[in-house]
């Protein structure tokens, strides 16, 4: 199946420093891609949508001057966690559409931030 | 909102044993249904789906079928083995799937020999 990658797969930065998360798709091309947070034990959260060449699209709550969202190629979407506080730290997930196929989001690994 | 809840975790068993991890929604349309598994170290999986009342879907043993009176989309498996330790996730999409996922918080299962 189709493969995402994430990098790093763990983070941890200062207070007040940014810290960017890079979301690629390895073996196909996504015009959209999708970065989620998850609380522990809670659900995986939808911040926002990546779309190719556009801006993206963020969900209620979500602070857009804080988690900036980039999705320069097919291939690849980021995150950057700007003056991070210890509430960001938490576990980023990306999945990437695969629109051929069926319109299946592909996961990746999720990236783990700790701001001390 | 819509909104998936699924029962807490640990869930554990011993191989060969039956399992349902119980899920139900709450959604304002018609929306398809998931369920994805996430093995440690590694990304969401899809297991199965389903996109309309009735429907059922099926994937390496486990099934779940589409409840639209109960609201409910409840995973099965007649007899787990050890590789079937993962968190499951229960997920919903007003869209197919091609756009917002809603997720439950997520069911660890545990299987031992």
């Known amino acids: 199946g189709a493969v995402v990658s994430q990098h790093p797969s763990r983070v941890i930065c200062k207070s007040g420093t940014s810290v960017k998360i890079e979301c690629r798709s390895l073996?196909?091309?996504?015009?959209?891609m999708f970065w989620y947070r998850q609380f522990p034990k809670q659900s995986l959260m939808l911040m926002a949508t990546s779309n190719e060449g556009s801006k993206a699209t963020y969900e209620q709550g979500v602070e857009k001057d804080k988690f900036l969202i980039n999705h320069a190629s097919l291939t690849l979407s980021t995150l950057t966690v700007t003056s991070a506080h210890p509430e960001d730290s938490s576990f980023y997930i990306c999945s990437a559409l695969e629109s051929l196929g069926g319109y299946e989001q592909y996961f990746g690994p999720g990236t783990r931030l700790t701001v001390t | 909102g819509d909104s998936v809840t699924q029962m807490e975790g640990p869930v554990t068993l011993s191989e060969e044993a039956f399992l349902t991890i119980n899920c139900t929604y709450t959604?304002?349309?018609?929306?398809?249904l998931f369920w994805y598994v996430q093995y440690p170290g590694e990304g969401l999986q899809l297991l199965l789906k389903a996109t309309k009342a009735d429907d059922k879907g099926s994937n390496k043993g486990f099934e779940a079928t589409y409840r639209k009176e109960t609201t409910s989309f409840h995973l099965e498996k007649g007899s787990v083995q050890v590789s079937d330790s993962a968190v499951y996730f229960c997920?919903?999409?007003?869209?197919?799937?091609?756009?917002?996922?809603?997720f439950g918080a997520g069911t660890r299962l545990a299987v031992h020999p």
């Open positions: 073996d196909f091309q996504a015009t959209t």
């Open positions: 959604a304002t349309g018609y929306p398809s």
């Open positions: 997920a919903l999409s007003e869209t197919g799937g091609y756009n917002k996922l809603i």
